[in-house]
């Protein structure tokens, strides 16, 4: 039996149920979940225990103050519990600058590196409360595959974006090549023991994040690019190609985000522009060739009335480095190869900071 309740009429017997079940689950070898389907009107709340699947069955309308437990087998001080939204909705594509934020991209499962990274810069606390104040965290893609934790990574990230606002803090996701390959069927990536795990919950992969799915419903209303204050966040680059369109973010965003879900092959012409292999989330013209020119990177500005770029994707060396008369930032430093670093915005200075806690200052015109 899956051990949840509604928070808001009984959060003490909550919290006595998670932690019992918990404590249960930290002898166990293996635990995967929780997966949430949504089923002829009803909510399936499955997850994986050594190779037993335990599934729960109640109406959707118990949705709104439900809660789950995420579980580590060998780390119990990782657990936590992650409230389901009410409702989801598509983000805004523009915000204002916030007071300090916090960029990282390319973790792929590895929730190991990603605590350590929000821990150490005071994101949060041990136990996942929002310490960051009004600050932004912004996640610029790829949050599945080579990671043997997507499921756990993808519930934080969900259960951060809902306490963070409280304390007007703010979290952006933003999808990536790897993402939409999860989506749209493209599995060469994916960890071999979600393939075993899905085959065990008597399902296809595909249908883990499907749009009966409530993790696949919330990755389907997110946007592949946004400006934040001066910056304009995605994962790949802007090709000049994307440049010449001359695009709006809004209508960007919004006519990409129907064909998240669809194979590569299947994607209408008109929208290869944006979702192939010059897209917003694979395009790698700054780092390889054919090399973006400085005349695009200052057009792309230009457009969107931003002053530096800052992506993802392409590792171009194990330290958060700036190009491009540091207009362009990248912040992917392989994470799944043991090396954690992100980027910090505070009081306009940029810094690399890293899993310890130590920040390096970057010059921003290098």
Do not use: C
């Not at 789950?68 to 009410?86: G, M, Y």
């Not at 790897?178 to 493209?186: R, T």
């Amino acid at each position: 039996m899956y051990l949840f309740t509604r928070i808001p009429l009984i959060t003490a017997v909550f919290i006595t149920l998670s932690h019992q079940a918990m404590a249960q689950d930290s002898t166990r070898t293996t635990y995967d979940g929780p997966y949430v389907f949504y089923i002829d009107g009803d909510l399936h709340v499955q997850h994986i225990r050594d190779t037993t699947v335990h599934t729960d069955t109640l109406s959707a309308e118990m949705k709104p103050g439900l809660a789950l437990p995420v579980i580590f087998s060998d780390l119990p001080a990782w657990n936590f519990e992650v409230p389901l939204q009410t409702e989801l909705h598509s983000p805004p594509v523009q915000y204002a600058a916030p007071e300090k934020v916090l960029i990282l991209s390319d973790i792929e499962g590895e929730f190991g590196a990603f605590r350590a990274l929000l821990l150490a810069n005071k994101v949060i606390d041990e136990q996942y409360n929002w310490t960051f104040g009004k600050g932004h965290l912004v996640i610029a893609g790829d949050l599945f595959d080579r990671g043997s934790t997507v499921v756990e990574y993808l519930w934080l990230l969900y259960k951060l974006e809902q306490v963070a606002p409280l304390d007007g803090g703010y979290v952006h996701v933003i999808l990536g090549n790897h993402d939409i390959m999860n989506l749209s069927g493209d599995f060469r990536y994916v960890q071999p023991k979600y393939a075993a795990h899905a085959t065990l919950l008597q399902r296809s992969y595909h249908d883990l994040y499907s749009e009966n799915t409530e993790l696949g419903r919330w990755l389907r209303t997110k946007n592949i690019v946004e400006k934040i204050g001066d910056l304009l966040v995605l994962h790949g680059g802007v090709s000049p190609a994307v440049n010449e369109r001359a695009m709006s973010l809004a209508d960007i965003n919004a006519s990409s985000r129907p064909f998240y879900a669809t194979p590569h092959a299947q994607v209408p012409d008109s929208m290869q522009l944006f979702l192939g292999r010059n897209g917003l989330f694979w395009y790698r013209g700054y780092f390889a060739e054919p090399r973006a020119s400085q005349q695009t990177v200052d057009s792309t500005l230009q457009l969107y009335g931003v002053h530096k770029i800052v992506v993802g994707h392409t590792i171009v060396d194990s330290l958060v480095t700036t190009h491009y008369e540091g207009k362009v930032i990248a912040v992917d430093v392989n994470q799944h190869e043991g090396i954690h670093q992100a980027l910090l915005i505070e009081r306009g200075k940029y810094y690399r900071v890293n899993e310890k806690g130590n920040r390096e200052l970057l010059d921003p015109k290098k």
